[in-house]
Structure formats: C-alpha cells, structure tokens
C-alpha cells in the first residue's frame, strides 16, 4: 500500500448505530487530518492530530470522536450521527503539519445516515 | 483571518481551449497557497503550490498558476484543455498551524 488509505470506501448506518472510520498513511508523516465534504460545500477541517497529540478541533459534535493512536493511523469513531452528518470524509496527511506542508489524501469514505 | 473565494462554480470549455479557473485570498501573513484537483469517487490531489519562491508556479498535467501578491489573486490556467480534465477544483490558503482553508471548489467540464 501507498500514500493515504481509508477503509470502508462506502459505509450506511442508522442513527443508532456505532461505526468507525480508519485511515492508514504510509508516507512516514507525523501530521494527520480529518476533512468533511458536503455537498455544495467548501471542505471543513475537523481535526488535526500532531505527532499523535491533536492541535485542533473545528467545533466537531461530540458524536464525532477521533483517535489517533500512532503517527500512521487514524480513526474517526461515529455514533448516534444524524442525516445531515451523510457527507464524504477525508483524511490527510502532511510531514510536519507546517503551512508550507502538501496535505496528501486518501479517497475518502462515502458515509451515508440513514 | 484567511479565506479564499473561488470565482465560478462551473466553468466549461471546448477541447482544446484555454483553461482559466479564478482564485483570489485574504491573508494578513504571507501565504502558501495550493490548487487541488478531485476526480469523481476520489480524493484530492496536489496540482500545485505557491511558497514565496517563484510567482510563476508550473504544476502537473501541464497546469500553472501565478501569484499576484497586488491582485490578491492565484488563478490557475492550461493552454489547452484535454477531456481527461474535467474534475473539480479547488483552491486552498495555509493558516498557521499548517491548516488549510479550501474554496468552494468550480468544476470544470470539457466539451469536444
């Protein structure tokens, strides 16, 4: 595997449920981001995890819980979601979370509420 | 605070035709600035990045941009648009901290 991962491609749940999210980065990079894509939307940064602490947190409902328990993993853990949460969800990853740092995607999981 | 504003939702093009998608930022520190491309049921990928090196940045798939500090501006252009171009774009700023703040993005069609 190269670059940036993310398991499930698709993933549909009802507002109950419990799911997680998993990206993998094997690009050696010590910066690591989650990103939401709605439609007719700009992207919205949600988190930023820095050598594994996290430096940042959009505002995120608390239905969204990350973790980041290495420098190459990342999870977004869901629970109790609403349908406005259905949207696409990136991860990224740079080397040291600098402004001049290129963000690498992954292709993104397809998360549909029902 | 930063922001970026991207002119035109959807721009559309012949086939061989000049390509011009309009970014202008805000920043009160100098910025980096990026362009991305989404292809459909992808993620995004780097076309190219401004760091106060050359204003005239040359990307990938023959894409450039330039930096326009008095214009405020870094819009993106090819000569000549191929079909395997349509995609949605998207123009970012680096805040400090290393976070980007993305446009709304404009697609590009390509017609024959």
């Known amino acids: 595997e190269t670059g940036v991962t993310q398991t499930p491609r698709h993933l549909v749940m009802g507002m109950t449920n419990k799911k997680s999210l998993k990206c993998e980065q094997h690009?050696?990079?010590?910066?690591m981001y989650w990103y939401k894509q709605s439609a007719k939307k700009p992207l919205e940064l949600m988190f930023v995890?820095?050598?594994?602490?996290?430096?940042e947190n959009n505002s995120v409902p608390s239905r969204f819980s990350p973790e980041c328990p290495n420098s190459s993993h990342l999870f977004l853990h869901l629970h109790t979601l609403q349908p406005e949460d259905s949207a696409l969800y990136l991860c990224?990853?740079?080397?040291?979370?600098?402004?001049?740092?290129?963000?690498?995607f992954g292709p993104g999981t397809r998360l549909t509420v029902l | 605070a930063q922001s970026v504003t991207q002119l035109g939702s959807h721009v559309s093009v012949s086939e061989g035709a000049l390509v011009l998608l309009r970014c202008n930022y805000s920043?009160?520190?100098?910025?980096?600035l990026f362009w991305y491309v989404q292809y459909p049921n992808q993620g995004l990928q780097l076309l190219l990045k401004?760091?106060?090196?050359?204003?005239l940045v040359k990307g990938i798939n023959g894409f450039e941009a330039e930096f326009k500090k008095s214009e405020t501006s870094f819009h993106l252009t090819k000569p000549s648009a191929h079909m395997s171009d349509a995609a949605e774009y998207f123009c970012?700023?680096?805040?400090?901290?290393?976070?980007?703040?993305f446009g709304q993005g404009t697609e590009l069609s390509v017609k024959p």
């Open positions: 990224a990853s740079s080397q040291d979370g600098q402004g001049e740092d290129t963000q690498y």
């Open positions: 690009l050696g990079h010590n910066a």
């Open positions: 995890y820095n050598f594994k602490e996290q430096t």
């Open positions: 920043s009160s520190v100098p910025p980096y």
């Open positions: 401004y760091t106060s090196a050359a204003t």
């Open positions: 970012a700023v680096s805040v400090p901290g290393g976070k980007l703040i």
